[in-house]
């Protein structure tokens, strides 16, 4: 299991320690600056070292990883049969350290959910604010990891009894106590009981990223959509609630009784690759009766994330030409066609158009919106604020180049693109989200819900 | 209030001053000392002096200073243990306190402070919390137990802790159940050979119960120690696959792959005919290709392993290649992996796409990325051979960029595809002879040299590219002196006249200059052959080179089976076993696939007969196992082969190839070539030299003494067949077949003189065959052959000829030459006369062996008509070296286990399926090289029906 947790800032300095097992870091080491060519004092004895001594194991990744001068290869190092898991965030290194064979997946998945609970405390991950909440870190870890196993970290459970005040224990009630304690550890550890509001409402989100890598002559080599629902319930109580979606596998199951019904509504369904859910949701029910039913956790949580890659809709279509005139001149001419509805108006459309590292100059003419060539970026961008759909747009440009010696050609990387359009690219639909509380007079139809659909491009990529 | 103040104290006297702090009257200032404290800890700052002090706020009802206590407690005690004891009352009172999460902190601390004297004190309060009423003690004491175990294992045996600690298993809450099944997963693994973790059908219905339930993190627990139970049957293996299914769906990617861990462990046991097995192949796929779209940090781990499951079943994600193609934007660690993955599913539905993508990656700017790049369109060229010529080309264009890198990774790679397809892409050669001066790298310079020496009579100066080399050569590395060595003697064979000087030079440079022993052993060879024999030193050096593999870098099957126990792991990241890079006694034991069980044949243990039904499938993983034979010429290369050694003895070259048109030798003395060296294949593959060793029977009395034990009948011999007719053979007629007596093998052959002149001078020559046959004698017929004479002969064999695969495998080429002409046949000989007398295995080898070999090399034939029973076909077999090495009766049937060796030392492995009264029987045959068991079958026909 995990044998240690640090956090470091960009110049390798600790900000946050936590060691849960001697056996990463054994020998006592001087805690002066180690520079790469030594060697390090591993050995295999377990002596008694206290905490600040035992620093080889910090020092190791600090400097094999965060000095190293090449970039970064792997995010699994293993120095001297010490394992290092490292993410970072912003300038902010986290790194879970251990000498044994753990589950890596789930090292990486804690100190992903790590960053989330500590966004969740104190905002954005930085070191000012690590260094402002580090007796906070302290407690949370001590929670959240115990003996390098991670325990529940859902943060609307844990905020119940760590609060940056410690916890509340004078105040609480012997009742108050037993049910954080039965919810932290219980089947429905991320909702606490007794929850009320005055208006019941929830808001779904189906967020969609459309992914798309295109070949110049407009042959789709790969699109994918993947989406995730985001849900924020606002329901008293401990509300049972179940989503429904035009999932092709559904709807044909439902299809054989009232086969008339969905040929008249001319509902389209779609084929989801796969879908993943929050740990709220049943699987077991799913994976038998294909119904996502689930207790929501209070306020905002990604309900689930899912993945097609048929019948998608491109909303856009990007058509380049790229001429070379000589050694040193370029001709780039590129259309961009929106497909969908001419009702729906598409938004923040960016096109990126790369250009070669050795461009003196760029002229460019553009039909709609504004274009830029960015030096700093080597590429002109392009964009559009609003653009309605089965329109057509283009910009042209003329780009001079320095003359090179340089053998190697210019790599043309990918035209991308970046827009969002307020529908799902993958054809999703929302059919239904019912919200049942037998022991609160409320019901389904009290709810008030809101759905809304965005879809953004992913990496949406045409070669030129 | 922010706490980054505490950071910046670092003014000299600070402990004195903290030491003030901490002792002062107010709470708060308390407060705000062991902050300060502990920040400068985290820095790593020795405020070890202040253990006392902070110990002393140790007593208060302010549950955060409590807090911090306990943390630098945790840190310190260590190097101050007696003071360590005073807080020891604390926690004791603490552990009875109303609050649970207060004693679940003390509980909690008190694990964490790892000094024997306290763990003491420890035991009574953690015996209390391990059956307190509140499910958030019981949890926590249920980790304490582990980390008590770290530090005295003998003191939690002694408090029977490990009994209670198996009692939460069937807690009422799933997270304690969760929490006990870690703790106890880590301390088995300690413990071996304890039967900790005791799992049965009840224990593991509880935790299949409690995955529904726990968290995210106590369902990784749960499924990581399912994982390694091993299910009694098929049965029971379907019904926890069916309960482990729907955590596919998990949206934490560490569940999906211990889901997976378990699924891939399982579907082992599954016949591949059910229906289920299918059902769950497809079922994988999807969250694979999901965990693409997790985090970078976790594609990588996701990659590795699905490059793992990708060799294992290549079946699950062979129509998803292009969730794999690289994204501009993916870390550079990602592309790498994922690169790795479209080379192993490139096939020839897909190369088109998978060219044009490689094709792209080869112009982006990380220079091991494009190298790889490179390197893969050369592994489709070979893999796919349709796709080999746009391969060829898209690699000429890449060399045309002129980029140094790309160039000579392109020179590697066009090497590998002339190896594979010789004698069709030659004509780029005058290309890459351009790049020459380029070459910077010792491999691209080998294979530069390499193709000069292979190509020397096609390039006009080869001569004069090879000298150029020649002139900086103390200063190449030895794979290019290697290389340049045998080039030279190439171009030296191919065109003696102009090259006498090069090849003196480079001899001399090699043999006499050199400090390697590599290569002056190399030159001294290649000297003495020059010298006594050119003709044979042309057959040798230019000798027809061995396969290369289709798959590279694969991992060795046993190693695959491991790993495949520990996906989602670190082991499955790194792809080495855990010994390879955890210390101590943890991971040490080493984990295995389960075999496949029928249901119905439960109650046979192992141990006493062999599995009834096959273990599990595996892949193809042995580089060209459908050419095992071209591959005992190519042993270096291969990875190693589990399983009963093969006989790689010295492979010997014939010296001389009959129907290539070595017909002027055929007249000569000696029918036994030299004994051969392989000096042939580029990547330095040297096979034992083996230059004096003895000619003729000599060498085969010696293996009869080694193998013919025991048993005195012959084997079955067919009655003899006409081979050669006699209007073919301006008429001599031959008629002739096998035998196996006594472990010799010999031709009996009938000669009929049907012209009308005399025959005399006769001899006898073979070509090149499957097993190495060869006469190991001169073909001796002492009187003229009058016309309408007849003679009997029998030629003893020999099987230490040099190999090679024919079609069919048992075909024979022969040619018989006398005084009117040369005269040619091939005839098939039954494989019984090559199983030799030593092929009865160990029972244990035989079970391990049956479980090592891949399903796909079992194939199952029927023996139709056959009146003998299980006895009777015992002994009939067994006098013709098919050994029964047990025999058990399974609902009736009788089940014989047999194994026999061929002379090659290819194993065979066989399973009777006999029915009394029915004179059909099933035979079905295991074999590394799975193309003999066709062969192997017609000799048990053979033998049991006459």
Same mark, same amino acid.
């Given at each position: 299991?995990?044998?240690?947790?640090?956090?470091?800032?960009?110049?390798?300095?600790?900000?946050?320690?936590?060691?849960?097992?001697?056996?990463?870091?054994?020998?006592?080491?001087?805690?002066?600056?180690?520079?790469?060519?030594?060697?390090?004092?591993?050995?295999?004895?377990?002596?008694?070292?206290?905490?600040?001594?035992?620093?080889?194991?910090?020092?190791?990744?600090?400097?094999?990883?965060?000095?190293?001068?090449?970039?970064?290869?792997?995010?699994?190092?293993?120095?001297?049969?010490?394992?290092?898991?490292?993410?970072?965030?912003?300038?902010?290194?986290?790194?879970?350290?251990?000498?044994?064979?753990?589950?890596?997946?789930?090292?990486?998945?804690?100190?992903?959910?790590?960053?989330?609970?500590?966004?969740?405390?104190?905002?954005?991950?930085?070191?000012?604010?690590?260094?402002?909440?580090?007796?906070?870190?302290?407690?949370?870890?001590?929670?959240?990891?115990?003996?390098?196993?991670?325990?529940?970290?859902?943060?609307?459970?844990?905020?119940?009894?760590?609060?940056?005040?410690?916890?509340?224990?004078?105040?609480?009630?012997?009742?108050?106590?037993?049910?954080?304690? /039965?919810?932290?550890?219980?089947?429905?550890?991320?909702?606490?009981?007794?929850?009320?509001?005055?208006?019941?409402?929830?808001?779904?989100?189906?967020? @969609?990223?459309?992914?798309?890598?295109?070949?110049?002559?407009?042959?789709?080599?790969?699109?994918?959509?993947?989406?995730?629902?985001?849900?924020?319930?606002?329901?008293?109580?401990?509300? @049972?609630?179940?989503?429904?979606?035009?999932?092709?596998?559904v709807i044909e199951k439902q299809g054989k009784g009232t086969a008339d019904e969905t040929s008249k509504?001319?509902?389209?369904?779609?084929?989801?690759?796969?879908?993943?859910?929050?740990?709220?949701?049943?699987?077991?029910?799913?994976?038998?009766?294909?119904?996502?039913?689930?207790?929501?956790?209070?306020?905002?949580?990604?309900?689930?994330?899912?993945?097609?890659?048929?019948?998608?809709?491109?909303?856009?279509?990007?058509?380049?030409?790229?001429?070379?005139?000589?050694?040193?001149?370029?001709?780039?001419?590129?259309?961009?066609?929106?497909?969908?509805?001419?009702?729906?108006?598409?938004?923040?459309?960016?096109?990126?158009?790369?250009?070669?590292?050795?461009?003196?100059?760029?002229?460019?003419?553009?039909?709609?919106?504004?274009?830029?060539?960015?030096?700093?970026?080597?590429?002109?961008?392009?964009?559009?604020?609003?653009?309605?759909?089965?329109?057509? /747009?283009?910009?042209?440009?003329?780009?001079?180049?320095?003359?090179?010696?340089?053998?190697?050609?210019?790599?043309?990387?990918?035209?991308?693109?970046?827009?969002?359009?307020?529908?799902?690219?993958?054809?999703?639909k929302v059919r239904y989200l019912k919200v049942f509380e037998p022991k609160l007079n409320y019901s389904?139809?009290?709810?008030?819900?809101?759905?809304?659909?965005?879809?953004?491009?992913?990496?949406?990529?045409?070669?030129? | 209030?922010?706490?980054?103040?505490?950071?910046?104290?670092?003014?000299?006297?600070?402990?004195?001053?903290?030491?003030?702090?901490?002792?002062?009257?107010?709470?708060?200032?308390?407060?705000?000392?062991?902050?300060?404290?502990?920040?400068?800890?985290?820095?790593?700052?020795?405020?070890?002096?202040?253990?006392?002090?902070? !110990?002393?706020?140790?007593?208060?009802?302010?549950?955060?200073?409590?807090?911090?206590?306990?943390?630098?407690?945790?840190?310190?005690?260590?190097?101050?243990?007696?003071?360590?004891?005073?807080?020891?009352?604390?926690?004791?009172?603490?552990?009875?306190?109303?609050?649970?999460?207060?004693?679940? #902190?003390?509980?909690?601390?008190?694990?964490?402070?790892?000094?024997?004297?306290?763990?003491?004190?420890?035991?009574?309060?953690?015996?209390?919390?391990?059956?307190?009423?509140?499910?958030?003690?019981?949890?926590?004491?249920?980790?304490?137990?582990?980390?008590?175990?770290?530090?005295?294992?003998?003191?939690?045996?002694?408090?029977?802790?490990?009994?209670?600690?198996?009692?939460?298993?069937?807690?009422?809450?799933?997270?304690?159940?969760?929490?006990?099944?870690?703790?106890?997963?880590?301390?088995?693994?300690?413990?071996?050979?304890?039967?900790?973790?005791?799992?049965?059908?009840?224990?593991?219905?509880?935790?299949?119960?409690?995955?529904?339930?726990?968290?995210?993190?106590?369902?990784?627990?749960?499924?990581?120690?399912?994982?390694?139970?091993?299910?009694?049957?098929?049965?029971?293996?379907?019904?926890?696959?069916?309960?482990?299914?729907?955590?596919?769906?998990?949206?934490?990617?560490? !569940?999906?792959?211990?889901?997976?861990?378990?699924?891939?462990?399982?579907?082992?046991?599954?016949?591949?005919?059910?229906?289920?097995?299918?059902?769950?192949?497809?079922?994988?796929?999807?969250?694979?290709?999901?965990?693409?779209?997790?985090?970078?940090?976790?594609?990588?781990?996701?990659?590795?392993?699905?490059?793992?499951?990708?060799?294992?079943?290549?079946?699950?994600?062979?129509?998803?290649?292009?969730?794999?193609?690289?994204?501009?934007?993916?870390?550079?660690?990602?592309?790498?992996?994922?690169?790795?993955?479209?080379?192993?599913? %490139?096939?020839?539905?897909?190369?088109?796409?998978?060219?044009?993508?490689?094709?792209?990656?080869?112009?982006?700017?990380?220079?091991?990325?494009?190298?790889?790049?490179?390197?893969?369109?050369?592994?489709?060229?070979?893999?796919?051979?349709?796709?080999?010529?746009?391969?060829?080309?898209?690699?000429?264009?890449?060399?045309?960029?002129?980029?140094?890198?790309?160039?000579? +990774?392109?020179?590697?790679?066009?090497?590998?595809?002339?190896?594979?397809?010789?004698?069709?892409?030659?004509?780029?050669? %005058?290309?890459?002879?351009?790049?020459?001066?380029?070459?910077?790298?010792?491999?691209?310079?080998?294979?530069?040299?390499?193709?000069?020496?292979?190509?020397?009579?096609?390039?006009?100066?080869?001569?004069?590219?090879?000298?150029?080399?020649?002139?900086?050569?103390?200063?190449?590395?030895?794979?290019?002196?290697?290389?340049?060595?045998?080039?030279?003697?190439?171009?030296?064979?191919?065109?003696?006249?102009?090259?006498?000087?090069?090849?003196?030079?480079?001899?001399?440079?090699?043999?006499?200059?050199?400090?390697?022993?590599?290569?002056?052993?190399?030159?001294?060879?290649?000297?003495?052959?020059?010298?006594?024999?050119?003709?044979?030193?042309?057959?040798?050096? #230019?000798?027809?080179?061995?396969?290369?593999?289709?798959?590279?870098?694969?991992?060795?099957?046993?190693?695959?089976?491991?790993?495949?126990?520990?996906?989602?792991?670190?082991?499955? !990241?790194?792809?080495?076993?855990?010994?390879?890079?955890?210390?101590?006694?943890?991971?040490?034991?080493?984990?295995?696939?389960?075999?496949?069980?029928?249901?119905?044949?439960?109650?046979?243990?192992?141990?006493?007969?062999?599995?009834?039904?096959?273990?599990?499938?595996?892949?193809?993983?042995?580089?060209?196992?459908?050419?095992?034979?071209?591959?005992?010429?190519?042993?270096?290369?291969?990875?190693?082969?589990?399983?009963?050694?093969?006989?790689?003895?010295?492979?010997?070259?014939?010296?001389?190839?009959?129907?290539?048109?070595?017909?002027?030798?055929?007249?000569?003395?000696?029918?036994?070539?030299?004994?051969?060296?392989?000096?042939?294949?580029?990547? $330095?593959?040297?096979?034992?030299?083996?230059?004096?060793?003895?000619?003729?029977?000599?060498?085969?009395?010696?293996?009869?003494?080694?193998?013919?034990?025991?048993?005195?009948?012959?084997?079955?011999?067919?009655?003899?067949?006409?081979?050669?007719?006699?209007?073919?053979?301006?008429?001599?007629?031959?008629?002739?077949?096998?035998?196996?007596?006594?472990?010799?093998?010999?031709?009996?052959?009938?000669?009929?003189?049907?012209?009308?002149? !005399?025959?005399?001078?006769?001899?006898?020559?073979?070509?090149?065959?499957?097993?190495?046959?060869?006469?190991?004698?001169?073909?001796?017929?002492?009187?003229?052959?009058?016309?309408?004479?007849?003679?009997?002969?029998? #030629?003893?064999?020999?099987?230490?000829?040099?190999?090679?695969?024919?079609?069919?495998?048992?075909?024979?080429?022969?040619?018989?030459?006398?005084?009117?002409?040369?005269?040619?046949?091939?005839?098939?000989?039954?494989?019984?006369?090559?199983?030799?007398?030593?092929?009865?295995?160990?029972?244990?080898?035989? #079970?391990?062996?049956?479980?090592?070999?891949?399903?796909?090399?079992?194939?199952?034939?029927?023996?139709?008509?056959?009146?003998?029973?299980?006895?009777?076909?015992?002994?009939?077999?067994?006098?013709?070296?098919?050994?029964?090495? $047990?025999?058990?009766?399974?609902?009736?049937?009788?089940?014989?286990?047999?194994?026999?060796?061929?002379?090659?030392?290819?194993?065979?492995?066989?399973?009777?399926?006999?029915?009394?009264?029915?004179?059909?029987?099933?035979?079905?045959?295991?074999?590394? %090289?799975? +193309?003999?068991?066709?062969?192997?079958?017609?000799?048990?026909?053979?033998?049991?029906?006459?």
């Amino acid at each position: 299991m995990i044998g240690g947790l640090f956090i470091y800032n960009h110049k390798g300095e600790v900000l946050i320690s936590r060691v849960y097992r001697d056996d990463i870091g054994s020998q006592a080491a001087d805690s002066a600056v180690f520079s790469s060519s030594e060697p390090f004092p591993w050995t295999l004895s377990r002596p008694c070292v206290p905490f600040p001594l035992r620093r080889n194991a910090v020092d190791a990744f600090r400097v094999n990883v965060i000095h190293a001068r090449q970039q970064v290869r792997s995010p699994v190092t293993n120095i001297a049969r010490t394992s290092f898991f490292h993410v970072k965030r912003s300038n902010i290194w986290l790194a879970a350290v251990t000498k044994q064979n753990v589950n890596a997946a789930m090292v990486f998945e804690f100190l992903y959910k790590m960053c989330d609970v500590m966004a969740a405390y104190f905002g954005k991950i930085s070191e000012e604010n690590i260094k402002n909440n580090f007796v906070l870190i302290y407690e949370l870890l001590d929670e959240i990891l115990d003996f390098g196993y991670p325990q529940n970290s859902e943060t609307g459970a844990l905020k119940t009894f760590i609060t940056q005040q410690g916890i509340k224990s004078q105040h609480q009630t012997k009742e108050e106590q037993s049910q954080i304690t /039965s919810q932290v550890t219980g089947q429905i550890g991320w909702r606490r009981e007794g929850i009320k509001y005055r208006r019941n409402e929830l808001f779904l989100d189906v967020l @969609e990223s459309v992914n798309l890598l295109m070949s110049p002559q407009g042959q789709v080599l790969s699109a994918h959509v993947s989406g995730r629902v985001v849900m924020k319930s606002y329901l008293s109580g401990m509300p @049972e609630c179940k989503f429904g979606m035009n999932d092709k596998i559904v709807i044909e199951k439902q299809g054989k009784g009232t086969a008339d019904e969905t040929s008249k509504s001319g509902k389209q369904s779609i084929a989801i690759d796969d879908c993943t859910f929050h740990q709220c949701v049943r699987l077991s029910k799913f994976d038998s009766e294909r119904s996502i039913s689930f207790i929501p956790p209070d306020g905002e949580f990604e309900l689930m994330r899912y993945r097609t890659t048929k019948d998608i809709i491109l909303p856009f279509r990007v058509i380049p030409l790229v001429r070379e005139v000589g050694r040193t001149k370029l001709e780039v001419k590129v259309v961009i066609k929106s497909n969908f509805k001419p009702s729906l108006l598409a938004q923040k459309i960016e096109v990126r158009i790369p250009t070669p590292l050795n461009t003196s100059g760029v002229q460019v003419i553009c039909m709609k919106g504004k274009a830029k060539y960015k030096a700093s970026e080597n590429a002109i961008v392009w964009k559009i604020k609003r653009m309605a759909g089965m329109k057509e /747009s283009q910009i042209s440009a003329e780009i001079e180049l320095l003359p090179t010696n340089d053998k190697k050609k210019w790599a043309r990387p990918p035209i991308s693109m970046n827009f969002e359009v307020p529908f799902a690219p993958s054809g999703l639909k929302v059919r239904y989200l019912k919200v049942f509380e037998p022991k609160l007079n409320y019901s389904d139809h009290d709810v008030i819900k809101w759905v809304r659909y965005i879809g953004r491009s992913g990496i949406y990529e045409t070669r030129c | 209030m922010t706490d980054s103040k505490y950071f910046t104290t670092t003014k000299k006297g600070e402990i004195f001053e903290l030491k003030a702090e901490l002792n002062s009257d107010k709470k708060e200032k308390k407060k705000e000392a062991v902050k300060k404290v502990i920040a400068s800890m985290t820095v790593g700052k020795d405020v070890s002096a202040l253990f006392p002090d902070v !110990v002393n706020c140790m007593q208060t009802d302010n549950l955060e200073l409590k807090k911090l206590v306990y943390l630098y407690l945790m840190n310190y005690a260590k190097s101050q243990p007696d003071m360590a004891i005073m807080a020891v009352n604390t926690f004791v009172k603490d552990c009875e306190d109303p609050n649970p999460l207060i004693r679940a #902190l003390a509980v909690r601390t008190m694990g964490c402070i790892r000094v024997d004297k306290i763990t003491e004190y420890l035991c009574e309060p953690l015996r209390k919390c391990l059956k307190d009423e509140d499910p958030y003690v019981r949890k926590t004491a249920a980790v304490c137990v582990a980390k008590l175990h770290d530090i005295n294992a003998q003191l939690v045996e002694d408090q029977g802790f490990l009994d209670t600690l198996k009692d939460l298993i069937s807690d009422s809450n799933p997270m304690v159940v969760a929490n006990a099944v870690a703790a106890l997963s880590e301390i088995a693994e300690s413990h071996p050979s304890s039967n900790l973790l005791d799992l049965n059908p009840q224990s593991i219905n509880k935790l299949l119960t409690a995955l529904n339930e726990c968290t995210e993190w106590g369902q990784i627990f749960i499924l990581d120690c399912l994982a390694n139970y091993t299910p009694k049957d098929d049965r029971e293996a379907q019904s926890i696959c069916e309960r482990v299914t729907p955590r596919l769906s998990h949206a934490n990617s560490a !569940v999906v792959l211990s889901a997976v861990k378990v699924l891939m462990k399982f579907m082992e046991m599954l016949s591949k005919d059910l229906d289920y097995y299918g059902t769950l192949l497809k079922k994988l796929a999807p969250p694979l290709v999901t965990l693409l779209s997790a985090e970078p940090e976790l594609q990588y781990v996701a990659l590795r392993n699905i490059n793992l499951i990708v060799q294992k079943r290549p079946e699950i994600l062979k129509h998803e290649m292009k969730v794999f193609f690289v994204k501009y934007n993916d870390p550079i660690y990602v592309k790498l992996e994922k690169l790795d993955i479209m080379i192993r599913l %490139a096939s020839q539905a897909n190369i088109a796409q998978v060219l044009a993508e490689l094709k792209e990656y080869a112009t982006e700017v990380d220079v091991d990325f494009v190298r790889k790049a490179v390197r893969a369109i050369g592994r489709c060229a070979i893999k796919v051979e349709q796709s080999a010529e746009r391969c060829v080309s898209t690699l000429l264009d890449l060399i045309q960029t002129k980029v140094n890198y790309v160039v000579q +990774e392109a020179i590697v790679v066009i090497k590998d595809i002339f190896r594979k397809y010789p004698n069709k892409y030659e004509s780029v050669i %005058a290309t890459l002879c351009e790049n020459l001066d380029s070459l910077d790298e010792p491999e691209a310079r080998a294979a530069m040299i390499w193709i000069v020496g292979e190509y020397a009579e096609r390039i006009d100066n080869a001569d004069e590219l090879l000298e150029s080399f020649l002139e900086g050569f103390h200063d190449e590395s030895t794979q290019v002196q290697l290389q340049l060595l045998t080039a030279i003697v190439k171009l030296f064979l191919k065109k003696p006249t102009e090259t006498q000087e090069l090849v003196q030079q480079v001899l001399s440079l090699a043999t006499q200059d050199s400090d390697n022993p590599d290569l002056r052993d190399r030159g001294y060879i290649y000297w003495r052959l020059l010298s006594t024999d050119p003709v044979a030193a042309k057959e040798v050096v #230019l000798a027809e080179k061995p396969l290369i593999s289709e798959e590279t870098d694969l991992i060795e099957p046993t190693l695959l089976d491991e790993l495949i126990c520990y996906i989602g792991t670190l082991a499955s !990241v790194y792809h080495k076993p855990p010994s390879a890079f955890v210390e101590g006694g943890r991971g040490v034991v080493h984990k295995s696939l389960p075999p496949r069980t029928a249901s119905s044949e439960s109650t046979e243990s192992p141990e006493t007969a062999p599995a009834g039904a096959p273990p599990g499938e595996q892949p193809d993983v042995i580089p060209a196992q459908g050419d095992l034979l071209g591959d005992l010429l190519n042993l270096d290369l291969g990875p190693p082969v589990s399983g009963p050694p093969l006989a790689t003895s010295s492979v010997q070259m014939g010296a001389v190839d009959l129907l290539g048109g070595g017909l002027d030798s055929l007249m000569g003395d000696e029918p036994e070539g030299i004994g051969g060296t392989n000096f042939v294949a580029p990547p $330095a593959v040297a096979v034992a030299a083996n230059l004096g060793a003895p000619i003729g029977s000599g060498l085969s009395d010696l293996f009869d003494l080694t193998s013919g034990v025991g048993t005195l009948s012959g084997s079955y011999v067919a009655p003899k067949a006409v081979w050669l007719p006699a209007m073919k053979a301006k008429g001599l007629e031959i008629s002739g077949t096998f035998t196996r007596q006594v472990g010799s093998i010999s031709m009996d052959l009938q000669l009929t003189n049907k012209a009308l002149q !005399v025959m005399t001078d006769f001899a006898i020559q073979f070509n090149r065959n499957s097993f190495g046959l060869a006469p190991a004698a001169p073909l001796q017929v002492h009187a003229p052959l009058s016309p309408n004479q007849t003679v009997e002969i029998s #030629l003893p064999l020999n099987t230490v000829g040099s190999v090679m695969k024919m079609e069919p495998l048992n075909n024979l080429q022969v040619a018989v030459k006398n005084n009117i002409d040369v005269f040619y046949f091939s005839t098939l000989y039954p494989l019984h006369i090559l199983f030799v007398e030593d092929g009865k295995m160990d029972r244990q080898m035989f #079970l391990a062996t049956w479980k090592d070999i891949p399903n796909e090399n079992e194939t199952q034939f029927q023996i139709r008509d056959c009146p003998l029973n299980a006895e009777a076909v015992s002994s009939k077999l067994q006098s013709s070296n098919i050994f029964t090495i $047990a025999k058990r009766n399974v609902e009736g049937q009788d089940m014989l286990y047999q194994s026999l060796k061929l002379t090659n030392g290819i194993w065979v492995l066989a399973e009777l399926r006999i029915q009394p009264g029915n004179p059909n029987f099933t035979l079905s045959l295991k074999c590394r %090289a799975p +193309e003999v068991s066709q062969h192997v079958y017609q000799a048990y026909e053979t033998i049991l029906k006459n």
